[in-house]
């Protein structure tokens, strides 16, 4: 059998958590070993950029064997050109929040760095899944390390935190199982890319709020605080960083994809919520007592923008959410395992406390300046390209939404300003003795690879703009209603990868077939047969397939 | 003169073994040396339901055509054999967690002969197809579970469970016995589906009565509520191995055979029955949720999580088609392996402190014991439906049954009972895993606890099971469908 490279970025580190789970292996390896599969992985990523086709927009790298045939359940796994670059943040901040668990020496090693890289062969599942119900598998199955992760290794109130964020997640994701059930069956099959568009609300919601509580968007996000604070620092990177672009993901490529009526009659009020989302996020943001909160809230500040730009319901909205998917999810990455590292140093996060950090310490000056930089998106960052786009996109959609994102960049503004002031200079706070170190080789070399990204990110954002939905409006097309019957005698064709169903143009008969684009051309129906008048276009009802 | 009806011996061999080896455990219990008595007990009891297990899967084999068989009181047909292969399956496993309890030593002989008993009934009971043969199984397997449940003397609530579940349990009888002489009175006939066959039906009121107490008998065996009140009790007080048995293999006989009387024997009033099981499954699934969420003692806990299950499995009953068998049998392999591995942990557990397993005295066990604390995790996540274990892709094919049947609000049931579920099958992870054991009195004096090959068996057969059931589901709904089709949708 051919293994597809997808399948082996999902395999690879599940692999590799039964190796660290049940091979005999001394104890002070296993964080090494971890690190070493993360870096594989980091690999093989790599390798896909270069055999993958960017101008393509079609599902590539696939892989499909039948799981279980009688409700058309398979494994069907593939990319699509956004699909990339979220398995490629995946897979660097993974690896960084590996190496930093194996730098800080977590205790019950086995268990923690088996959880880690099994949790990373999910998050990229859930990325690659094109059949529904694996899509949920590897959805639910984030969840389990993640419980142990935050409810093992975290801070004091981890037992509360857990149970919210369990509570919260299952509920949600519950319902969409609900909604998955009643999609597919109603389909006849749960392949992705198989299934039509849907117009039921009921079945939307189901994932909507799935995906909400997962991101959080505003009003589901009561989990949030207390697990981005109790959670170890990587893991709260992984969290935010990381599984919180899995809900984005999941409205782009499913609620977006396939409920093309519902997104059209859901806009505004989700509209609403992100934007509320992101207003209150940043102003919690910027009174929070402590870095990590600083960070959580800015969290769901940011989900807020990325939502707006999903539900702009244009290309340039849905590239620039794409674009700043990326971009938080390191900028946050790098920002929780910078937090982890001062806590470490301070013994605490409450920014009172600290202060003038930057006085001898320059690595850890300059990698958290730059990375605040870059958050709070100033001109010419990579923050700056994706909130932009997203700003554009949702501006078509009204004046007022693109107002208040542009608003909120001053709130980033502000609280990126607050939370670096008040570590990095002010007066020097008590908990910051002379003796705590500045930033060790070891610890740049977690951060500084995130950061290198957010750079070249920076210095060409066209990198994922450019190539997030294979040069073409193919996949934004889907979101326009195709519900609708269209009368016409031709279809204009301005996009060669669509494709039109078109129903059987004579009154008495049924039916209808679906045809392909040919580029520039009139896409028109032709009578074929002698007897009325051969040659002639007749006028038929379609739309798009 | 009376005809001797045909035998078709080979279609009782799975029942017929086991009563065989009942038999000779009786023997052994009375003429095999002290020493040697509970190794040979266990094996005799073991290889009688090997023979069992071997003799179902012929049997399914061999029965592609279901017949009724020895004057219409039997079925012989693949619904029958591979429920009954499942039930010899959960024999099995019982047989290893057994092994390393602390019997009195003069009860041991005994205690297999009625698990083999047990077994055999319920083997019996599914294959039923009349009202007395329904009768007769269903009294075979609980006299024999009412012993068990008292047998162990020393074990405090072990008497009170036998007692609690000795009269319950005799008034769900004889509420099946009453409503079968109804159903008896209204049609005048005893087999299933002559019964379904009868002009009479549908509009008799007494025919309605009759049904309506036979689905209350029922619902008292599988402990579905609002007929669930034994089983919290029972489930506690009972020695653990009594108990996973009694949670798995009982289930599988009392719904398997609630769903083939109600397809066969009153398929014309199957609008009202349908309404009658959702309304069951709903009343479980909010009563066992409900309930587990405040329980600190993990048997009674697990005992209401197996009431919320009992009505997770109706749902696919009163979906009432063919989609519906297929998820009900499914959904029954992983449960069973489940429900006994869970059992079988807090019994490897309940054996190192010496007192009731409660969340408490969990605190740290994941630690101590991790191959046990895995296998708990899982089975824990499989109740609650989580995917990579099986338990997820019988609630799918559950939700897929229920919405066939057009009924999307039983999905929404099932989901809302689910959510509630989350709270305290977690909450066994939580304490596992995450309290620190030094805040508890753990291990009780004698040093380290002794190692438990036979249990360590069972947990990884089930543990194999439970995944294993995630990962092959076209082999084993191929075998579910098959089945399936030998009831009349």
């Not at chain 2, 190794?39 to 290889?47: E, F, K, N, Y």
């Not at chain 2, 020695?239 to 009387?261: D, Q």
């Not at chain 2, 969340?359 to 994941?366: E, P």
Request: charged share 10%.
């Amino acid at each position: 059998m051919n293994l597809s490279v997808t399948t082996i970025e999902i395999f690879l580190p599940v692999l590799g958590a039964l190796v660290v789970w049940l091979a005999p292996m001394p104890r002070a390896w296993i964080g090494a070993f971890a690190t070493l599969v993360a870096m594989l992985e980091v690999y093989v990523w790599i390798s896909t950029l270069g055999r993958f086709d960017f101008s393509n927009s079609d599902l590539q790298l696939t892989q499909q064997t039948s799981w279980f045939s009688d409700l058309h359940v398979s494994y069907h796994v593939g990319q699509y050109a956004f699909s990339v670059w979220l398995v490629g943040l995946t897979t660097v901040v993974t690896a960084c929040c590996i190496a930093y668990g194996w730098w800080v020496g977590r205790e019950r090693a086995r268990a923690y760095f088996g959880l880690m890289l099994f949790l990373l062969g999910a998050v990229v599942g859930v990325f690659t899944a094109q059949d529904l119900i694996l899509f949920y598998a590897f959805f639910e199955a984030m969840l389990i390390p993640l419980y142990i992760l935050v409810g093992v290794w975290g801070g004091p109130g981890r037992l509360g935190a857990t149970l919210k964020f369990v509570v919260y997640t299952v509920a949600g994701s519950l319902l969409m199982l609900a909604a998955i059930v009643v999609y597919g069956l109603q389909q006849g099959t749960f392949d992705l890319t198989q299934m039509g568009a849907s117009n039921n609300d009921w079945i939307f919601l189901g994932f909507a709020v799935a995906f909400a509580v997962k991101a959080p968007l505003f009003p589901f996000h009561g989990w949030l605080p207390d697990a981005y604070r109790e959670a170890p620092p990587e893991v709260a990177a992984l969290l935010s960083g990381v599984i919180s672009k899995v809900a984005a993901y999941g409205f782009l490529r499913i609620a977006i994809a396939k409920f093309p009526g519902p997104t059209q009659d859901f806009r505004v009020p989700i509209l609403v919520l992100a934007s509320i989302g992101l207003v209150y996020g940043s102003l919690l943001a910027f009174r929070s007592p402590d870095i990590r909160g600083v960070i959580a809230y800015s969290s769901l500040a940011q989900m807020g923008l990325i939502t707006l730009g999903l539900f702009a319901g244009n290309n340039l909205g849905s590239t620039g959410a794409v674009l700043q998917m990326v971009n938080h999810g390191l900028i946050s990455g790098a920002l929780f395992l910078m937090a982890g590292m001062i806590e470490r140093r301070a013994s605490t996060g409450e920014l009172a406390l600290l202060g003038g950090f930057a006085r001898g310490r320059p690595a850890l000056a300059t990698t958290l300046m730059t990375t605040g930089v870059i958050a709070l998106a100033v001109p010419l960052s990579s923050a700056f390209a994706g909130e932009f786009l997203i700003l554009a996109g949702v501006f078509q959609q009204g004046w007022a939404w693109a107002v208040i994102g542009a608003g909120s960049i001053v709130l980033g503004a502000m609280y990126v300003l607050r939370l670096i002031s008040a570590v990095l200079h002010d007066r020097v706070g008590s908990a910051v003795s002379e003796a705590a170190m500045d930033l060790r080789d070891a610890e740049l070399g977690m951060v500084v690879p995130l950061i290198g990204c957010l750079l070249m990110l920076s210095a060409s954002p066209n990198l994922i703009s450019g190539h997030a939905f294979g040069g073409s409006l193919a996949f934004a097309a889907t979101t326009t209603p195709s519900s609708a019957w269209l009368p016409g005698v031709g279809i204009p064709c301005n996009d060669a990868q669509q494709k039109y169903e078109i129903a059987h143009p004579n009154p008495g008969k049924s039916g209808t077939t679906v045809l392909p684009c040919t580029d520039g051309a009139q896409l028109r129906v032709v009578v074929s047969s002698s007897s009325g008048g051969a040659g002639k276009t007749v006028s038929f009802s379609w739309r798009p397939s | 003169m009376i005809t001797k009806p045909h035998v078709d011996w080979f279609a009782l061999s799975p029942s017929l073994a086991l009563l065989a080896a009942a038999g000779t455990l009786l023997m052994v219990a009375v003429l095999v040396p002290k020493r040697i008595r509970k190794p040979a007990s266990a094996i005799v009891c073991g290889a009688g339901f090997v023979a069992s297990l071997v003799f179902a899967i012929l049997l399914d084999d061999k029965s592609p055509h279901g017949s009724a068989i020895i004057a219409d009181a039997m079925f012989r047909d693949r619904w029958a054999a591979t429920a009954q292969a499942i039930i010899a399956a959960c024999g099995v496993v019982a047989v290893f967690i057994s092994y390393g309890e602390r019997w009195r030593e003069e009860h041991v002989g005994e205690y297999y002969a009625l698990l083999a008993a047990a077994g055999g009934g319920m083997i019996f009971f599914v294959s039923a197809s009349n009202l007395m043969t329904l009768f007769l199984g269903l009294e075979w397997f609980s006299i024999s579970l009412y012993i068990m449940c008292a047998i162990d003397i020393d074990l405090v609530g072990s008497l009170e469970a036998g007692l609690k579940y000795l009269i319950i349990g005799a008034v769900g009888s004889a509420t099946l016995l009453f409503g079968s002489a109804l159903v008896y009175g209204a049609t005048g006939q005893l087999a299933f589906d002559k019964i379904g066959a009868s002009p009479v039906s549908s509009h008799s009121g007494l025919l309605v009565a009759g049904l309506a107490m036979i689905l209350a008998g029922l619902a008292f065996k599988v402990s579905a509520a609002p007929f669930h009140m034994w089983t919290p009790d029972a489930y506690q007080g009972a020695p653990t191995p009594v108990t996973a048995f009694m949670s798995s293999a009982t289930k599988v006989a009392g719904l398997v055979v609630a769903y083939r009387i109600l397809v066969t024997a009153f398929p014309h009033d199957q609008r009202l029955w349908t309404w009658g099981i959702a309304v069951i499954a709903c009343a479980s699934l909010a009563v066992g949720n409900i309930a587990a969420l405040t329980q600190r003692n993990v048997k009674r806990m697990l005992a209401y999580s197996s009431v919320s299950h009992a009505g997770f499995m109706l749902i696919p009953i009163a979906a009432a088609n063919a989609l519906g068998g297929r998820a009900l049998l499914y959904y029954l392999i992983p449960y069973c392996a489940m429900s006994l591995g869970a059992f079988a942990v807090v019994a490897a557990r309940e054996r190192e402190l010496g007192e009731p397993v409660t969340l408490d005295n969990l605190s740290g066990f994941g630690w101590e014991r991790p191959f046990f604390g895995i296998a708990m995790w899982t089975f824990m996540l499989g109740f609650l439906g989580f995917p990579l274990t099986g338990g997820f892709i019988g609630k799918f094919y559950a939700f897929a049954a229920a919405y066939q049947h057009g009924w999307w609000w039983l999905i929404v049931a099932g989901v809302l009972g689910t959510m509630v579920s989350a709270v305290y099958y977690l909450g066994v992870i939580r304490a596992m895993y995450m309290r620190e054991a030094v805040e508890y009195r753990l291990a009780p004096a004698g040093g380290s606890p002794p190692r438990e090959l036979m249990l360590g068996i069972a947990v990884s057969g089930c543990l194999v099971v439970t995944v294993g059931s995630f990962f092959a589901v076209t082999p084993l709904i191929d075998v579910a469908r098959s089945a399936a089709n030998a009831l009349p949708f």
